[in-house]
């Protein structure tokens, strides 16, 4: 091809179709169509409605949106062609639905006939597909590494440790090949058996290095870091006005901003021990709170009764969306209680808010376990049932917000966002040269 750096590399990008995938891609879109890249976006119409919204004008000649056609599905409706508010029934159907569009991808392919194919994890068709029609791919893993390198690890030498002691993951040996990763390992097999030599992964050395480098030496291929890719938040609406208004009314690092993020749903329990949590603390929050499509169910009644009289104005509930990173950047907020997924992690520590850990499932726990490890957070922990409870909720709150105990993390969440600002996006130049080295040398 003529020289990638004089003309622009035209890039087909497809992740899953969760938000927590979604969003990294376009943020890397982003970076790179300020790079001379030229960008394919590809997702099913859902997905695409809501992506163009997060899209400012800057980019509406360099980021070009394409609509993936999922297969119709007796069990899938047609409007949950998204994760987002997905019944978690319903998983498995999308991804059935989502694994049957190959042929559809096929014809975007030949069509679009880029130069390079980005595609997310555990997508093994994605790179077969390109690979037939000789064009080059790489795969963008938008989880850590350390979650990934210890997937891998018990997968591959299920008898050895984890060699990170520091973050105690002893509790997660025993899982070996039964919850965590039995859904998936056929998949991840699959996939490192692709011929390919390097990935993309959502972090940075500073924070994962040793990780990097260890999970590097499980594939046998070059692991190259994107950075913490915060999402730019675009669009305004009168909830994200009213929101960042009230924030405005709050004294310096008052406030609390609760989430758990924008594809999980909390159980009556769970949520009634965060709002009893809360009340206790005594400390300002702004709660985002979901409920799946197919529950009508207003908050109020979610909640416990009379909690909104008793927290009065120092609580402010926003139902299914809020702009996180407006928040998280606001002068008033001085914590995040969260569920601690990927994103929410890296945001949380560029903007130097110490994080109120609430794991749930999949990788977020062993986030969690990152997130003490580095300082910048502490962990809810569960009682002997595995269950959260409103008293430590409470304490954590309070700890982290207002107690001497809080100081080194208060202080370590704050260098720790300086220092992210101050690399800014060193790590999309590496990125770049990866990428422009495989449109060169092919497949």
């Known amino acids: 091809m003529e020289d990638s750096r004089q003309r622009k590399i035209r890039v087909l990008m497809l992740p899953w179709l969760a938000y927590g995938h979604i969003s990294p891609f376009l943020e890397l879109a982003k970076r790179l169509s300020n790079r001379n890249f030229h960008i394919y976006f590809c997702s099913t119409l859902v997905n695409l409605t809501s992506i163009k919204l997060e899209i400012s004008e800057k980019y509406y000649h360099s980021i070009q949106l394409v609509e993936l056609h999922l297969s119709s599905l007796p069990e899938l409706p047609p409007n949950y062609q998204t994760t987002k508010g997905l019944p978690p029934h319903l998983m498995l159907a999308l991804k059935k ?78 899982l070996k090949l039964t919850q965590l990763d039995k859904s998936y390992s056929s998949q991840v097999l699959l996939w490192l058996k692709q011929p390919f030599d390097s990935v993309l992964i959502k972090t940075f050395p500073e924070l994962e290095g040793k990780r990097v480098d260890y999970l590097s030496a499980l594939m046998g291929k ?79 009644e979610a909640l416990p009764r009379g909690f909104l009289g008793r927290v009065g104005s120092r609580g402010k509930i926003v139902e299914n969306w809020a702009p996180q990173a407006k928040i998280l950047a606001h002068s008033s907020i001085g914590g995040f209680l969260s569920h601690c997924g990927w994103s929410s992690v890296m945001e949380s520590m560029k903007f130097g808010v110490p994080i109120i850990a609430m794991p749930m499932h999949i990788d977020q726990p062993i986030n969690a376990r990152l997130v003490e490890e580095v300082g910048v957070g502490t962990e809810v922990k569960r009682n002997k049932d595995g269950k959260f409870a409103r008293e430590e909720v409470a304490k954590v709150i309070k700890e982290v917000m207002l107690e001497n105990k809080g100081n080194d993390i208060r202080r370590k969440s704050g260098e ?8 800014g996006e060193k790590d999309i130049e590496g990125v770049v040269d990866e990428l422009t080295k495989l449109c060169v040398t092919g497949i």
Do not use: C
């Open 97 to 174: 639905a989502f694994d049957m569009a190959s042929p559809d991808f096929s014809n975007i392919l030949k069509t679009l006939n880029p130069d390079l194919l980005i595609y997310d994890f555990l997508q093994p068709w994605v790179p077969a597909l390109a690979l037939s029609q000789k064009i080059p791919s790489i795969n963008f893993m938008t989880m850590g590494a350390t979650m990934i390198s210890f997937l891998l690890h018990i997968m591959k030498n299920p008898d050895d440790e984890f060699p990170f002691q520091e973050l105690h993951l002893q509790d997660y040996r025993k």
């Open 222 to 300: 070059k692991v190259v870091p994107v950075g913490p890719l915060v999402q730019e938040a675009v669009h305004e609406d009168n909830e994200k006005t009213n929101t960042i208004e009230w924030l405005d009314e709050k004294e310096p690092s008052s406030s609390v901003f609760v989430s758990f993020g924008s594809e999980y749903f909390l159980s009556k329990e769970d949520l009634e021990e965060i709002a009893y949590g809360l009340e206790f603390s005594k400390v300002n929050f702004i709660w985002v709170i979901r409920f799946p499509l197919t529950e009508r169910i207003k908050f109020e």
């Open 416 to 423: 720790m966002g300086e220092n992210i600002r101050i690399r």
